[in-house]
């Protein structure tokens, strides 16, 4: 392949990915304004812990 085609392949694939991805981000921000009831569960008196989850210790940690 000679650089001409490989430049003109390279802009086709740029263009697609463009397209694709501006169609996945219309789609996903069409509601954004839109309020979304999730169910509450009362939570006074109670003690919420967050866990980061990563499965392994942090080695940065001294302890």
């Not at 392949?1 to 694709?20: E, G, Q, Y």
């Not at 921000?29 to 989850?53: C, E, F, M, Y």
């Amino acid at each position: 392949m000679n650089k001409k085609k490989i430049k003109k392949l390279m802009i086709i694939f740029v263009m697609l990915m463009i397209s694709i991805t501006y169609a996945t981000v219309k789609q996903t921000n069409r509601n954004i304004g839109d309020a979304v009831q999730v169910t509450t569960l009362p939570v006074s008196g109670k003690v919420v812990i967050l866990d980061a989850g990563h499965g392994t210790p942090d080695e940065r940690c001294g302890k």
